[in-house]
């Protein structure tokens, strides 16, 4: 079964959510409290999804995979936290966990790159989890180099620090 990429509509945001929670669960657990990572729930980031999307739609670009009609991943991205207006800031690549491996990730990724171009910007910008060595050598994989910035964010009440990566378009 292949899988396809197309704009989100509203009606896909509480799926958006609900993944978006169980690939935080999954690929964190290893060095986030469970408790940090229990809330929000599900239903929780659904709503987070629907309220940010109905005031960023205009200036971001929300992507989904399906796989046989399924919700397997999705991309988020725009314009640049640094208020950079040559750079895009890939915001987030998320996958159910089942999907990892199978190059869905790969995709959301080419396909936000290739936004990001479409749309004028000369160079790409993420944040990852600085302990989040699947996803660091993922996108160390994709081209994306480490800036030696770094920012701490909270998941629930645990601290997670972040690195900044960036790549030319």
Not at 68 to 88: I, K, M, Q, R
Not at 126 to 132: G, K, Q
């Amino acid at each position: 079964m292949t899988v396809t990429l197309r704009p989100t509509t509203s009606d896909d945001l509480m799926g958006v959510g609900a993944l978006h929670q169980r690939s935080r669960v999954a690929a964190y657990s290893s060095f986030v409290p469970a408790e940090a990572l229990a809330d929000p729930t599900a239903e929780a980031m659904g709503a987070y999804w629907a309220e940010r999307w109905r005031w960023e739609r205009d200036t971001h670009r929300l992507t989904v995979a399906e796989r046989a009609g399924a919700l397997v991943g999705f991309s988020y991205l725009g314009p640049d936290d640094e208020d950079d207006p040559a750079t895009g800031l890939l915001n987030a690549i998320h996958l159910d966990p089942a999907e990892q491996g199978r190059g869905t990730g790969r995709l959301l990724m080419v396909d936000a790159l290739d936004a990001m171009r479409t749309l004028g910007w000369r160079r790409a910008a993420l944040w990852v989890l600085r302990d989040n060595a699947h996803a660091r050598a993922f996108y160390e994989s994709g081209g994306w180099t480490p800036t030696g910035m770094q920012r701490d964010e909270f998941i629930g009440a645990a601290p997670t620090p972040q690195l900044r990566y960036t790549r030319l378009l």
